[in-house]
C-alpha cells in the first residue's frame, strides 16, 4: 500500500537543485519541467518527473549498463504505484516516472484533467524526460506504461524511430501494462461512432460526453472502499474524469495510426489480463478481470507495433496488472522479470 502526505498539485521547484522532494515520501524527488503555453488554451503547462532513489542507490556509482526505466500512467491516472519502483530497484534499475501535462503533479488550477486534442503534444514532455534519464544515469531507458500510455508511448517511439533511430535515442525495450489499442464497448461505437466523435471533436472540443458514473474498478481499488491501494483520489478518482470530445478524438486518431502498423525500434512485452469484465458497479468479478478494456482488442492489435513482441495474459489480474490482487500481481512480476532477463541475454547477442 502507498503511503502519500503532503499532496500539493501546485508544488514547483525554483532555484537551486531542480530535484525537490515529492509526495511519495522519503527517496522520492520530482522534478517540474515546464512546457510552456498550452496549445489547447490552458494557460501555462508542465511536465513532473519523478525519480525513486533510496539511499543506496544515490550513494552508489552510476551503473551504465543496467537499463534506467522510465513509467508511464494511464488516464485519470498518475504515478504512486511504489511498489513497482521498488521491484525495478530491487532488480539494479534506476526508476523513473513522468507525470503528464495536467496529470496528476502536473495539473493546474482551472485545467481540465488529461485534456489535449493531440497525441504528439505529448512528445514534448517525452523527450525531455527521456533526455533527464539519459544525462543522470547514462544507462540505456526500458519504457514501461499502462493504458492510455501505452497507447501515446508506442506512438511517440513510431515518430522518435523515424526521426533518429530509437536505438540511437538510447531506448531499448517497451512494457505495456493492458494498453489501450482500440474503443471498447459496441461495434458501432468503433464505425458509425468515430465519424460522429471526429466532427464534435472538432467543433465542440471541451464538451464531456454524456455517461453515467461507473465507479467498479476505482472501488476495487481504493482502500477505503473495497481495494488495498492508497492514492490522491483529486488526482484519481473513483468514478474518472470527464471524457471529453477532442480528447477522444485524439485517442481515435492515435488507435488508427496504431492499426496501420507502427515501427517502434524495440522488442515490446504486453502484459493484459485473461478475462473483461465491465460493470458499472463493484462486485467480486471485478477484482479478477480488465474492468476497463476488451482484452481481445489488446491481443488483436499488439502485433501492429511492429517489432518482436510477447504478449502474456495473466490469470485473475485487474486492468492494471500491478495493482492486481497478490497472486496475480505476482505472477506479472515474474513475467516480467523473466521477459527483462530475456531482453538482456538479447542485447548481448
Not at 1 to 26: C, F, I, Y
Not at 90 to 108: E, P, V
Not at 302 to 321: F, K, M, Q, W, Y
Amino acid at each position: 500500500m502507498t503511503n502519500e502526505t503532503s499532496l500539493d498539485p501546485a508544488r514547483t521547484s525554483s532555484g537551486g537543485d531542480p530535484w525537490q522532494p515529492d509526495v511519495l515520501g522519503t527517496n522520492y524527488q520530482q522534478r517540474t519541467l515546464p512546457l510552456g503555453p498550452d496549445p489547447d488554451g490552458e494557460g501555462e503547462i508542465f511536465g513532473t518527473l519523478v525519480r525513486y532513489r533510496p539511499e543506496e542507490t544515490a550513494s552508489s556509482p552510476a551503473d551504465t549498463e543496467t537499463p534506467a526505466v522510465l513509467y508511464l500512467h494511464g488516464f485519470t491516472d498518475y504515478f504512486f504505484q511504489q511498489h513497482v519502483a521498488e521491484h525495478f530497484a530491487a532488480r539494479g534499475h534506476r526508476f523513473y516516472a513522468l507525470d503528464l501535462r495536467k496529470c496528476g503533479r502536473s495539473l493546474r488550477d482551472g485545467q481540465s484533467p488529461h485534456f489535449v486534442t493531440d497525441l504528439a503534444s505529448y512528445d514534448a514532455e517525452l523527450d525531455e524526460a527521456l533526455r533527464i534519464v539519459r544525462a543522470e544515469t547514462g544507462a540505456p531507458v526500458l519504457l514501461v506504461a499502462h493504458s492510455t500510455g501505452g497507447l501515446i508511448l508506442p506512438l511517440w517511439l513510431d515518430r522518435l524511430n523515424a526521426r533518429t533511430g530509437t536505438a540511437a535515442a538510447g531506448v531499448i525495450g517497451l512494457v505495456l501494462n493492458s494498453p489501450w489499442f482500440d474503443l471498447q464497448g459496441p461495434a458501432y461505437y468503433r464505425s458509425v461512432g468515430t465519424p460522429v466523435i471526429d466532427v464534435l471533436g472538432r467543433f465542440r472540443k471541451t464538451a464531456a460526453l454524456p455517461a453515467p458514473a461507473i465507479t467498479a474498478y476505482g472501488d476495487s481499488l481504493h482502500h477505503t472502499v473495497s481495494g488495498e491501494w492508497e492514492y490522491n483520489l483529486d488526482w484519481k478518482p473513483l468514478s474518472g474524469f470527464p471524457v471529453r470530445f477532442g480528447w477522444l478524438r485524439a485517442i481515435r486518431r492515435g488507435h488508427a495510426r496504431l492499426h496501420r502498423g507502427l515501427s517502434i525500434g524495440v522488442p515490446a512485452l504486453i502484459l493484459r489480463s485473461r478475462l473483461t469484465k465491465f460493470a458499472r458497479r463493484y462486485g467480486p468479478a471485478v477484482d479478477v478481470a480488465d474492468a476497463v478494456l476488451d482484452v481481445e482488442q489488446i491481443q488483436r492489435w499488439s502485433g501492429c507495433l511492429g517489432d518482436r513482441t510477447n504478449i502474456v495474459p495473466i490469470e485473475g489480474a485487474r486492468h492494471d496488472v500491478f495493482l492486481s490482487s497478490e497472486k496475480p500481481r505476482d505472477e506479472a512480476f515474474a513475467e516480467l522479470d523473466n521477459w527483462l532477463d530475456w531482453l538482456a541475454a538479447f542485447r548481448a547477442n
